[in-house]
């Protein structure tokens, strides 16, 4: 990244192609297009680091959610359950669906659904790649926040009165 935001990819990369045979590390062409050692360029990098600001991380009620209860599969995430008036829910997602990508992040297990969600915040709209019955679709969904506390399943059956 720090390449890309200092204006020096383009150049890098071709150096590095050019040079790969003799250095495949890329060390000799970031020396040249910075026009210092790699320890200078390292002490540059680490300061550009360190003003940036860090990832938001938020997980817990209120944090951006699809609304949904998780299986795993081989491949994706299939929907095992949806929150009632949750985003996916509200974006015409199912039971059984499988998650393919998320804001066009492949998402093959809870884990990489969380970090997903984590970049965004309740109201944003992230594209999703689904699977339905073998066909591969897309929609997009504005995500919702997280319940504090556990909201019924859009397909739970209503608890009888007593």
Same mark, same amino acid.
């Given at each position: /990244?720090?390449?890309?935001?200092?204006?020096?990819l383009?150049?890098w990369?071709? *150096?590095y192609?050019?040079?790969?045979?003799?250095?495949?590390?890329?060390?000799?062409?970031t020396?040249?297009?910075?026009?210092?050692?790699?320890d200078?360029?390292?002490?540059?990098?680490?300061?550009? *680091?360190?003003?940036?600001?860090?990832?938001?991380?938020?997980?817990?009620?209120g944090?951006?959610?699809?609304?949904?209860v998780?299986n795993?599969?081989?491949?994706?995430?299939?929907?095992?359950?949806?929150?009632l008036q949750?985003?996916?829910?509200?974006?015409?997602?199912?039971v059984?669906?499988?998650?393919?990508?998320?804001d066009?992040?492949?998402?093959?297990?809870?884990?990489?659904? /969380?970090?997903?969600?984590?970049?965004?915040?309740?109201?944003?709209?992230?594209?999703?790649?689904?699977r339905?019955?073998?066909?591969?679709?897309?929609?997009?969904?504005?995500?919702?926040? /997280?319940?504090? /506390?556990?909201? @019924?399943?859009?397909d739970?059956?209503a608890?009888p009165k @007593?």
């Amino acid at each position: /990244m720090y390449l890309q935001v200092t204006g020096k990819l383009p150049k890098w990369y071709a *150096l590095y192609n050019e040079g790969f045979a003799t250095d495949s590390s890329g060390i000799a062409a970031t020396e040249k297009i910075y026009g210092k050692k790699i320890d200078e360029v390292e002490k540059d990098w680490v300061a550009w *680091l360190l003003k940036l600001d860090p990832p938001r991380l938020v997980i817990g009620p209120g944090a951006a959610s699809l609304g949904i209860v998780s299986n795993q599969l081989p491949d994706a995430l299939e929907i095992a359950q949806l929150v009632l008036q949750a985003a996916a829910e509200k974006a015409g997602l199912a039971v059984g669906d499988a998650l393919i990508r998320v804001d066009g992040t492949r998402v093959i297990d809870r884990e990489d659904l /969380m970090l997903v969600l984590a970049r965004h915040k309740a109201g944003d709209t992230v594209k999703i790649e689904y699977r339905r019955k073998g066909d591969y679709r897309d929609t997009t969904a504005t995500l919702t926040p /997280m319940p504090a /506390m556990p909201q @019924p399943p859009a397909d739970a059956p209503a608890k009888p009165k @007593p």
